[in-house]
């Protein structure tokens, strides 16, 4: 299975609402990660997990809240977001390599749109 | 560090051209290169990935690139363009290890019937 899964594919929520996003994979892989992508940009890494260890937080507000409950999941909690929020996030994973190239498996994304 | 420039923000071609989308990079290590796609509302697909070995390097459906260390340069290229290769293409440089994918700002390739 060489495929990265992601719910739902597409999310309208109020500024006050608590949603979540899901990403699921089952290639073994150790490194997952969490991107922003709005229109006609390239995505923005947000956060990567490790071993299911934070190791990176780009500087993403608070209001964004990772979470890694085990090596296969990765989801995103969202709480009091803003309109500028809506965007594309797209979840990747990889192996964690010392030496060799970081090859990502990208899902197909979460379209959110914050009224 | 590393930086990716990717030369033309949209390509045009007729189906049946060739294709050329232009990618020059600088890193202090020696890099990895990527090409992804994205169709519109998709997530990124792999095309293809140079990774110190063959510096001509075969992708999926059709496309290859060519690392040339001398222009800094991993331009990708298609002999015919179909209807279906229209999206966006992301050029990508990645350090050793898990560093941080670095975007190009992407290439629209549009495709005339």
């Known amino acids: 299975d060489t495929e990265v899964t992601q719910t739902p594919k597409h999310l309208v929520m109020g500024m006050t609402n608590k949603k979540s996003l899901k990403c699921e994979q089952h290639m073994g892989h150790r490194a997952m990660y969490w991107y922003k992508q709005k229109a006609k940009k390239p995505p923005e890494l947000m956060f990567v997990?490790?071993?299911?260890?934070?190791?990176i937080n780009e500087s993403v507000p608070s209001r964004f809240s990772p979470e890694c409950p085990n090596s296969s999941l990765l989801n995103l909690h969202l709480h009091a977001l803003q309109p500028e929020d809506s965007a594309l996030y797209l979840c990747a994973s990889s192996q964690v390599q010392v030496i060799l190239y970081n090859e990502q498996f990208f899902g197909p994304g979460t379209r959110l749109t914050v009224l | 560090a590393q930086s990716v420039t990717q030369l033309d923000s949209h390509v045009s071609v007729s189906e049946g051209t060739p294709v050329l989308l232009r990618c020059n990079y600088s890193s202090s290590y020696s890099p990895s290169l990527f090409w992804y796609v994205q169709h519109p509302n998709k997530g990124l697909q792999l095309l293809l990935k140079y990774t110190s070995a063959a510096t001509l390097v075969k992708g999926i459906n059709g496309f290859e690139a060519e690392f040339k260390k001398s222009e800094t340069s991993f331009h990708l290229t298609k002999p015919s363009a179909h209807m279906s290769d229209a999206a966006e293409y992301f050029c990508?440089?990645?350090?050793?290890?898990?560093?941080?994918?670095?975007f190009g700002k992407g290439t629209r390739l549009s495709v005339i019937a």
């Open positions: 990508v440089v990645s350090g050793p290890g898990n560093t941080p994918l670095v």
């Open positions: 997990y490790s071993y299911e260890k934070l190791s």
